[in-house]
């Protein structure tokens, strides 16, 4: 498998390694590691794998997953992928194309639509997960005139920035299911 597999299997399942909105952070523990840095606040946890970024908050109690983040841009600044992934899915690329990623959705029967076509970073919605994908558009977004379109370590139109699974935030009803298959009211940001 290659990073692209890693990339197309989240945006259509919406999960890390098996692991997905509602689950605590000792499932995160388990399928992705402890290598990360928690950044506790206001009943609110953010952990922070590098690529893989995820938010909790207090749901009936316990911390549960409602956010996870695959933050692509990191990559091209040499940031480190969690050691499960990479034995999993191999070495991961410091970019990825979105042409290349619409395609191995494609190839998988699933299709990537227009979200938010304004600004200096697009937003695409993956039918069925509703998975939003963020795309770079313009990567001189203050025009200064220095981004050198052959350097392989500043990002490019069309690189892909960012990966956002987070039905609380994009679902216009209130309720989330959890891990378990209940829905509770989702925690907004």
């Known amino acids: 498998m290659s990073d692209l597999d ?8 919406g999960d890390v390694l098996g692991t997905g909105i509602g689950t605590p952070p000792e499932a ?3 399928s992705v590691g402890r290598d990360c840095h928690d950044d506790f606040g206001k009943g609110r946890l953010r952990r922070d794998y590098g690529l893989v970024e995820l938010s909790f908050a207090r749901v009936e109690g316990s911390l549960s997953c409602f956010g996870i983040g695959l933050q692509v841009h990191r990559l091209v600044h040499g940031l480190s992928v969690p050691a499960s992934l990479t034995a999993e899915y191999g070495a991961f690329a410091p ?4 042409a290349e990623l619409r395609a191995v959705l494609a190839s998988l ?9 304004t600004g200096d970073v697009h937003r695409f919605r993956v039918a069925g997960s509703g998975v939003r994908v963020f795309v770079v558009d313009d990567p001189d977004p203050y025009g200064d ?4 379109a052959d350097d392989r370590t500043a990002h490019q139109a069309g690189d892909v ?3 956002s699974v987070s039905p609380g935030w994009w679902k216009p009803a209130e309720q989330v299911k959890r891990g378990d298959g209940r829905e509770v009211a989702a925690p907004r940001p």
């Open 6 to 13: 890693f990339y197309a299997h989240v945006a259509m399942r």
């Open 28 to 30: 995160w523990d388990a």
């Open 95 to 98: 970019r990825v194309r979105f």
């Open 109 to 117: 029967g699933s299709t990537v639509e227009p979200d938010d076509l």
């Open 145 to 148: 005139g220095d981004h050198d």
């Open 161 to 163: 920035w960012a990966l």
